[in-house]
């Protein structure tokens, strides 16, 4: 799938003096059904995280509290993306290698996907990915 097709999705904002809130519903915010849900936390600074791409797996990527940055690549181009606010977040579709890094400390990183985790629909080799996504 093309590059084009991943972007920052804006979410709702309820703002209140009392503190604002935010809510993603599969299948209207986001274009999948949300099966899981994982995040990353205590990055030590300087470390990277993803280095992969999925083969069928859709992902939403959130920040919830400090910054961090993704790369995503199809094969063909890249695009690097900054998430530092908790009331969007970035739609990953199937076929993109993604790389995150510059995390600040006390970053958070929330990842809504559209699967249960399955180690078969990692590619973690970039040749092999090159390949899957016909760039050689
Ligand atoms: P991985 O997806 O490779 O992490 P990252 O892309 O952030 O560097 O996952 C790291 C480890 O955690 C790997 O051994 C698989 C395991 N894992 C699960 O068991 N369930 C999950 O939902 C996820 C995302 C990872």
Known sequence: MPLTDCKIIDLPK???VRGNLTFVEGGNHIPFDIKRVYYLYDVPGGADRGEHAHKALHQFIICMSGSFDILLDDGFATKRFHLNRSYYGLYVC????RYLDNFSSGAVCMVLTSEVYD??????DYDEFKNAAGAV
């Not at 199937?94 to 290698?97: A, D, T």
């Not at 180690?119 to 973690?124: F, K, Q, S, T």
Request: no cysteine.
């Open 14 to 16: 309820i703002t209140d």
């Open 94 to 97: 199937p076929m993109m290698w």
């Open 119 to 124: 180690e078969a629909d990692y590619i973690r």
